[in-house]
């Protein structure tokens, strides 16, 4: 049987139409619990851009996400396109991957020039038939409010679908290839807008029973006393001690009783980080975050795990090579998922001060820091059960309802961009993705709980 790497769209509207009937319902799980809070001026906006080129650009806080965008397009009666991480399309034994397909979405192997994937953009982008969703981080946050660096890549392939444009329209006109009027920096390119779609979640009320309870039911998995109605921070500090313990102990490392929690906490990410990214013959640089690195090892095992040819023509031993190394690295998943949530630990999101980007270590509040008058933060609360949950019990087993705001950003026509991008074209696209990056900072610090 054929196995390729890459998923291309089928979009269909009869399942599009069947699932943005289902949607409401489907957020209203409690598995979900999601309403989600649009402008109707925004709604109007992309409406009006109906039938243009359009390049949308969220934020990535949460893995439901993509509901809240899908229901953006349920609101502004269109069908969208979008770009999701070939893994996905794997889950549910592929069931997921054909109801994503023929809702319009298509995949992208992280960390590699996927040929296919990028193609696919740049003709979406091209025909500008319909929205197409990029969440310009590259993957899930888990932070209502920390970004990830942003990724350049998916502007480089929006100036490579103007100048695919420009190619169109000079082919058309009957222009030769080597005539001085088929100079792209003397002709008008049509609009290719880009925006960013900022998303922002905020809880009901009534958190803290329902941590209390998720920490009972921790505490209970890992052997600890059931404190319930205790402050939450010892319990998190509790709690976070014992996950540490066990890391410890599997990679062979001695504490020092005057050792803090966060200097435990950096020793353990870095002996587990570093020696990830030596097996994957990763070079970090001084200069890239923790997320950053995470993130790179993500992309190689992506790569990994994912890259390969139509199987039709391997023989046995290529096939079970391949299954093979495709097993061993998937595992690889579940220790970047420890190095996340370890994240959590260092930075003391539950209080204090918030951040659009993740602090330096000696910035922060840790386990240690332990104040007498705490405000704590219900969706920071609920982040730190959500990781917890994920490293012990292996899954989020905690639900609240949740409200989902969404602000349309800026529409920026990158067609305005397109001659800066032919003086310089790393530095267009850098400057832009930096622009874009303090403008989300900017959405987020903008968005309120709705009342």
Not at 6 to 24: A, G, S, W
Not at 182 to 200: C, D, F, H, I, Y
Request: aromatic share 8%.
């Amino acid at each position: 049987m054929s196995k390729t790497a890459f998923r291309p769209p089928k979009l269909t509207p009869m399942v599009v139409n069947t699932v943005k009937t289902l949607l409401p319902w489907m957020m209203g799980l409690p598995s979900f619990a999601i309403k989600t809070v649009f402008e109707p001026q925004d709604i109007q906006t992309l409406k009006q851009y109906q039938g243009q080129r359009l390049l949308l650009l969220p934020n990535h806080p949460s893995s439901e996400d993509p509901l809240i965008l899908m229901d953006l397009s349920r609101h502004v009666g269109a069908m969208f396109n979008y770009v999701a991480a070939r893994e996905v399309f794997e889950l549910y034994h592929g069931v997921n991957g054909w109801l994503l397909q023929h809702c319009g979405v298509y995949s992208v192997i992280r960390g590699k020039a996927d040929r296919e994937s990028f193609k696919t953009t740049r003709g979406l982008l091209a025909k500008g038939e319909r929205p197409l969703v990029v969440f310009i981080e590259g993957e899930v946050s888990s932070e209502n409010e920390t970004l990830i660096p942003f990724e350049g890549g998916v502007l480089q392939l929006a100036f490579w679908a103007l100048e695919d444009i420009k190619k169109e329209d000079i082919k058309k006109e009957g222009i030769k290839p080597h005539s001085p009027h088929a100079n792209p920096s003397e002709t008008t390119l049509p609009p290719l807008n880009a925006a960013l779609v900022a998303l922002k979640y905020f809880y009901d009320d009534g958190v803290l029973p329902v941590v209390d309870r998720a920490l009972s039911h921790l505490e209970k998995a890992t052997g600890l006393e059931d404190r319930s109605g205790q402050d939450a921070y010892l319990r998190f500090q509790a709690l976070g001690a014992v996950v540490l313990s066990v890391h410890e102990k599997a990679l062979n490392i001695s504490a020092k009783e005057t050792d803090t929690i966060t200097r435990r906490v950096e020793r353990v990410k870095e002996r587990l980080l570093g020696q990830m990214e030596r097996y994957l013959d990763l070079f970090p640089q001084e200069e890239q975050s923790y997320l950053e690195r995470i993130r790179a090892a993500r992309n190689r095992i992506d790569v990994l795990v994912y890259s390969y040819e139509d199987t039709d023509e391997f023989s046995d031993y290529e096939r079970h090579s391949l299954e093979m190394r495709q097993k061993t690295f998937s595992g690889f998943y579940q220790h970047l998922g420890s190095l996340v949530n370890f994240l959590t630990f260092q930075e003391g999101r539950v209080i204090g001060r918030s951040s659009l980007h993740a602090p330096e270590a000696e910035d922060v509040e840790s386990f240690d820091d332990v104040e007498s008058q705490r405000e704590y933060q219900p969706e920071r609360l609920m982040e730190l059960v959500h990781r917890l949950e994920k490293e012990i019990l292996g899954q989020v087993v905690t639900h609240h309802p949740r409200t989902a705001v969404v602000k349309l950003g800026k529409i920026h026509n990158l067609s305005d961009y397109y001659p800066a991008y032919l003086g310089d074209k790393k530095k267009t696209v850098l400057d832009l993705t930096d622009e874009l990056e303090a403008e989300m900072g900017g959405y987020l610090r903008e968005i309120q709980k709705p009342r």
